[in-house]
């Protein structure tokens, strides 16, 4: 006697049905199970079955009401949701559910959430094929539409927090955390300046969002290039969008860095000398073997809303360790936004969440205003900031850059700069030295350095007098 026949009729059993009868079956077993999907962003919408996201809705809105349910109570929640009988059907349902490992929860519940960014992904591809047949389409308009919805996508693959938990849950962790410290597991990029670190908490820390700020000719961008080289250098991958300069003109400046050869004599190559080629030529292969974990984007006009999905987009093959914007007050707007601090506001406070969610630091350079030179020594504080608002709030820190240089031509000291902490969460603030060699865009480390007192001498304006 043959059985082929039998099991060839058998129906299939959708496996993703399956899962999902099952993790419903296991919510009814016991809460936390619910409470242990849900922490890895598993939601009804999520569900591929009517009845199955209809079941699970029952669920989170019993967890609310009652301290345990069963199959029946959720029968009766879905019924009265529904105004249609349905108690038997959902218990039939949830009886076809099998047992599983409480550890293999989080693997089945990211399981049902890929298989609904999959459907979230062919339906939006259907979606742009047929808007690109219509007459008219522009590519301009729907390219973007569409990079938006494969973010959104892969923000759903990352786990979400964990919602409310328990103080000692907290507690552990931070022990958890204090024991990687002890062992330096705990990632922090150094800037490259002793006292800087130090003041800082150890350098630039993932999850922090960074503010480096200045008057035009203080250095900034410099400082944003010396960043970028000492992450390179501890082999870590840097995102750097420069909105202000070209890849060419970037190139130059890191040239002159590493070959020590004169900028204008690198932009004006007649004038170089048969040495200056030689340092250039090692100069530029040195760049090439420190630098390769660097990925730079010249484009300009760019929006935060743009970065965000080009670093998301990058970030799913090199996980960024660090991101340098230069500079905040050219990024564009989504709209035209006529308050400027409210515009700044939205920007820095997108970045900050940036930094969290892809777990990086995210430094971000700015200018001071023209009120800086009213202070009577020059030096910025933070009210300083344009539309500063936004970035008091959001930064976890803020580092003012101030060459005495600058103010005071006959100055003792001219490649002194310092690296004002203007506020610093988890750090201190102060004042930390440094020497700038502008011809060669170089930052120099002066550990343990000592100023005397310095004053720029100010000079209130006067009508009919220039100062």
């Not at 130090?198 to 999850?207: E, M, P, T, V």
């Not at 936004?390 to 005495?404: M, T």
């Not at 002194?416 to 603030?429: A, N, P, S, Y």
């Not at 060669?440 to 310095?454: H, K, L, M, S």
Request: with cysteine.
């Amino acid at each position: 006697m043959s059985y082929d026949v039998m099991e060839m009729d058998a129906p299939r059993v959708d496996p993703i049905l399956q899962i999902e009868k099952n993790l419903l079956g296991m919510f009814c077993t016991h809460k936390v199970h619910m409470h242990t999907c849900m922490a890895q962003g598993l939601r009804p919408h999520h569900f591929a079955g009517k009845l199955t996201k209809k079941i699970f809705e029952a669920c989170v809105a019993l967890d609310e009401d009652l301290d345990t349910f069963d199959w029946y109570s959720v029968g009766q929640k879905v019924s009265a949701t529904a105004k249609v009988e349905m108690t038997q059907k959902v218990t039939d349902l949830l009886m076809e559910g099998m047992a599983l490992k409480p550890e293999m929860l989080p693997v089945h519940a990211r399981t049902v959430i890929d298989r609904a960014a999959k459907a979230q992904l062919i339906e939006a591809m259907n979606t742009m094929m047929g808007e690109l047949q219509s007459p008219g389409a522009s590519l301009d308009d729907l390219v973007p539409d569409f990079q938006d919805k494969l973010s959104a996508l892969m923000d759903t693959k990352r786990a979400p927090g964990s919602g409310l938990v328990h103080m000692s849950e907290v507690l552990s962790a931070q022990l958890d955390a204090m024991q990687a410290r002890l062992d330096g597991k705990v990632t922090k990029l150094s800037t490259g300046l002793m006292d800087l670190d130090r003041l800082i908490g150890g350098g630039l820390r993932s999850s922090k969002l960074y503010c480096i700020a200045g008057r035009p000719a203080m250095g900034k961008s410099a400082k944003g290039q010396h960043l970028i080289t000492q992450a390179s250098r501890s082999g870590k991958t840097v995102f750097h969008f420069s909105l202000e300069m070209d890849n060419v003109e970037l190139g130059d400046r890191v040239v002159a860095n590493f070959s020590g050869v004169n900028l204008y004599s690198i932009q004006n190559p007649e004038e170089m000398s048969e040495t200056d080629w030689s340092a250039y030529s090692a100069g530029l292969e040195r760049a090439r073997r420190e630098l390769e974990t660097v990925f730079i984007d010249d484009t300009p006009r760019q929006t935060v809303r743009s970065i965000i999905r080009e670093a998301k987009r990058m970030a799913v093959k090199n996980r960024p360790d660090i991101i340098v914007i230069d500079y905040l007050g050219i990024i564009g707007s989504e709209k035209d936004e006529q308050n400027e601090a409210l515009r700044i506001k939205k920007m820095t406070g997108a970045l900050k969440v940036l930094s969290r969610e892809m777990k990086c630091a995210v430094v971000i350079l700015a200018q001071f205003n023209r009120a800086t030179e009213t202070n009577s020594d020059k030096r910025p504080s933070l009210s300083n900031l344009k539309a500063s608002g936004g970035i008091e709030e959001d930064c976890d820190v803020v580092i003012g850059l101030h060459r005495p240089i600058e103010y005071d031509k006959n100055f003792d000291d001219p490649d002194l700069c310092e690296h004002i902490v203007l506020k610093c969460r988890g750090g201190k603030t102060g004042t930390a030295y440094s020497s700038f060699h502008g011809r060669t865009q170089y930052f120099e480390d002066r550990p343990g350095y000592v100023p005397p007192a310095i004053e720029n001498e100010f000079r209130p304006y006067k009508k009919g007098i220039r100062n």
